[in-house]
């Protein structure tokens, strides 16, 4: 019998400066089995124009050594901390030393006075899932 846990990890991306591409390569733990999902985030609470930014930035990650491009995403942001999404779902089977790679780009609208930018954070959840063999 299989026991299968699920585990969070976190990856936070320094935005800035405004339309600024921030590659990513990021090797989640050899432990990890299965990338079931991903959930982004702008934890930050910015004293932004408007309170929900639709299009904050992109991101767009490949797994498994580029094999697999399962996520051109585009980030939002929401003064309300308290309104979360569900995960986007991936159920990618991960490979092992396979790094996941791409990039964020940031599209110039988190302004905040004066219609300034505003650096921020963004939070990259992957949902993961390990498999331990009985």
């Given at each position: 019998?299989?026991?299968?846990?699920?585990?969070?990890?976190?990856?936070?991306?320094?935005?800035?400066?405004?339309?600024?591409?921030?590659?990513?390569?990021?090797?989640?733990?050899?432990?990890?089995?299965?990338?079931?999902?991903?959930?982004?985030?702008?934890?930050?609470?910015?004293?932004?124009?408007?309170?929900?930014?639709?299009?904050?930035?992109?991101?767009?990650?490949?797994?498994?050594?580029?094999?697999?491009?399962?996520?051109?995403?585009?980030?939002?942001?929401?003064?309300?901390?308290?309104?979360?999404?569900?995960?986007?779902?991936?159920?990618?089977?991960?490979?092992?030393?396979k790094?996941?790679?791409?990039?964020?780009?940031?599209?110039?609208?988190?302004k905040?006075?004066?219609?300034?930018?505003?650096?921020?954070?963004?939070?990259?959840?992957?949902?993961?899932?390990?498999?331990?063999?009985?």
């Open positions: 019998m299989d026991c299968i846990n699920i585990k969070w990890e976190i990856v936070q991306v320094q935005v800035k400066k405004e339309n600024q591409i921030i590659p990513i390569d990021i090797k989640l733990p050899d432990e990890i089995d299965v990338c079931e999902g991903i959930y982004l985030s702008i934890p930050e609470k910015l004293n932004t124009l408007k309170s929900f930014i639709s299009q904050a930035g992109e991101l767009s990650l490949s797994f498994n050594a580029k094999q697999k491009h399962l996520l051109h995403f585009t980030a939002e942001y929401n003064k309300d901390l308290s309104d979360k999404k569900k995960s986007i779902k991936l159920n990618c089977q991960l490979e092992n030393n790094n996941i790679t791409g990039y964020y780009i940031d599209y110039a609208n988190v905040g006075e004066n219609n300034r930018f505003l650096p921020y954070t963004l939070s990259i959840y992957f949902e993961c899932k390990t498999i331990q063999k009985h």
